[in-house]
């Protein structure tokens, strides 16, 4: 069985910042992802990043993950794409799939940062062909060079449901509407004014009532909410489209995390279950760390941070690392610096009422 | 549908091969996803669901979802949104659960 330091699970902003950091303390460290490229959701971001210069900001997403793979490979991480882990037994030993071929695999330490997926809605034929979560259609699009359809409805005007909207009349897709549920837009300003520029409207108080279509989707059936969140009769509209986008936000993927037995807590403002984690991201099971979307649905900045720190502190529980008292505070304190300010208030009441939650043998 | 102009991304695209869907000859080009290549052609119908029998296309396209199962060279359960296109493949719409012992 192989061995090495610590393994890293998820090639995204959160993943490699950490496998960097690990590896530049001096430590044996194994990337693995299941992708063939490498970069997690960053591969398919054509705009340029918001945040502070540290994190990259202006630099447009596909080039963040180039540059966080080439500063993985300087510090000599062991990178194995189109490896996925499939499972995380008691003890400690993980097995990958490559190939149709399982390998085990023993680390001594576990960075998981696996990322997030897409949340879908309950209405009728949710289920139609079509239908997409939004960062699919991205996928298809900005990463294979394949317009998903003619017409589209974007359902969500946060920052995911503005920027695919924007990218898919960037791609030659027409979008009908954005709508939004919540009586104001969620993303930012700037976002939500290049799509009013471009025309398309953006209905806020507004949600989906049902899709329509034979094989595949045709149309969609929008209506206005009241402040109960319910649907108006009689201010229904059918508009056509042939793709429908969700946009409606991301749960951590976490499947390993509950296999390894960490303990888990539900925090809707992180975006569903999570691992109880504590202030340096290890889990309630000693030596397996969480970063990036899998701890928190958050940013590419903020993943890159959470990465680094989990990197820094697994290295430093090795033995390695000596100036992490000095070089951990200052990661933290760059993390507060991030969620700072109105965007960082939801993570800031859930990552509270997380701590909150007994520490794990603590009772 | 391709993209062909974008005015930030360029697609260099690999060797265009053919392959098989149902009773079809298809194009696509090498390594891309399969349901990339059957997008391109216009399907987004790829298999039918268990129970109610319903169509289903993709739902999130990095294999996460299992919404885009269909049997490739008579192997079921394929996830076709990250399994890579290559010359000669027989991609076929899967009905219900894949019979692994099945000779499709
Ligand atoms: C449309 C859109 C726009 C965005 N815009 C911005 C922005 O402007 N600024 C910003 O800061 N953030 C932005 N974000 C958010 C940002 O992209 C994410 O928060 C960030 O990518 C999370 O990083 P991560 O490393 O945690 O996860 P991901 O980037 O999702 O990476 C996870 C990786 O793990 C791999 N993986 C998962 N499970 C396994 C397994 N079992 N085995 C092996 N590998 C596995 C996946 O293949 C993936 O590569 C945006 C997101 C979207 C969708």
């Known amino acids: 069985m192989r061995q090495t330091n610590v393994l890293v699970i998820g090639g995204g902003p959160a993943g490699l910042s950490a496998a960097t950091a690990a590896a530049q303390c001096g430590a044996r460290v194994i990337l693995v992802d299941s992708s063939s490229r490498l970069g997690g959701q960053l591969i398919k971001q054509t705009h340029k990043f918001f945040g502070s210069r540290e994190q990259r900001a202006g630099t447009r997403g596909i080039e963040i993950a180039r540059l966080l793979q080439e500063e993985a490979e300087a510090a000599r991480v062991e990178i194995l794409p189109e490896t996925a882990a499939l499972g995380l037994y008691s003890d400690g030993v993980v097995t990958l799939e490559k190939n149709e071929r399982l390998i085990k695999l023993k680390p001594e330490r576990l960075v998981v940062a696996t990322g997030a997926s897409e949340k879908t809605l309950a209405f009728a034929n949710n289920d139609l062909p079509g239908i997409y979560g939004a960062g699919a259609v991205q996928t298809l699009m900005n990463v294979h060079g394949v317009r998903p359809g003619q017409r589209a409805v974007m359902v969500g005007a946060g920052n995911i449901g503005l920027i695919v909207s924007y990218q898919l009349c960037q791609a030659g897709v027409e979008v009908a509407a954005v709508v939004e549920a919540a009586p104001s837009i969620g993303g930012y300003a700037v976002h939500a004014s290049k799509i009013r520029r471009l025309g398309i409207p953006i209905l806020t108080s507004y949600s989906i009532k049902a899709a329509h279509g034979g094989e595949t989707l045709e149309g969609v059936t929008v209506w206005?909410?009241?402040?109960?969140?319910?649907?108006?009769?009689?201010?229904?509209?059918?508009?056509?489209?042939?793709?429908l986008c969700l946009a409606v936000g991301l749960t951590p993927l976490t499947e390993l995390l509950w296999q390894a037995g960490c303990q888990m807590e539900y925090i809707p403002e992180l975006g569903g279950h999570v691992p109880w984690y504590d202030e340096n991201q290890q889990t309630s099971?000693?030596?397996?760390?969480?970063?990036?979307?899998?701890a928190a649905v958050e940013e590419a900045s903020s993943a890159m941070v959470t990465g680094k720190l989990a990197g820094l502190a697994s290295a430093h529980s090795l033995g390695l690392c000596p100036d992490f008292p000095v070089l951990g505070e200052k990661v933290r304190q760059e993390l507060t610096q991030?969620?700072?300010?109105?965007?960082g208030e939801k993570i800031r009441k859930g990552l509270g009422k997380l701590r909150a939650r007994s520490r794990p043998g603590a009772m | 549908m391709r993209i062909k102009d974008h005015p930030i991304l360029d697609f260099p695209q690999g060797k265009k091969v053919t392959f098989y869907f149902e009773d079809q000859v298809l194009e696509g080009y090498e390594g891309e996803p399969i349901a990339a290549a059957l997008h391109d052609a216009g399907i987004r119908v790829l298999r039918e669901s268990q129970v109610l029998h319903r169509p289903r296309g993709f739902f999130c396209a990095i294999g996460n979802c299992s919404s885009c199962l269909m049997v490739v060279d008579g192997v079921p359960n394929v996830?076709?949104?990250?399994?890579?296109?290559?010359?000669?493949m027989t991609v076929?719409?899967?009905?219900?659960k894949g019979d692994l012992f099945a000779s499709n």
């Open chain 1, 224 to 243: 206005q909410l009241n402040e109960k969140w319910q649907g108006i009769p009689g201010t229904e509209q059918v508009l056509a489209a042939d793709i």
């Open chain 1, 285 to 294: 099971v000693p030596g397996i760390y969480v970063a990036g979307d899998a």
């Open chain 1, 338 to 343: 991030l969620r700072a300010g109105p965007t």
């Open chain 2, 79 to 88: 996830r076709v949104c990250v399994e890579k296109l290559r010359a000669g």
């Open chain 2, 92 to 96: 076929r719409r899967q009905k219900g």
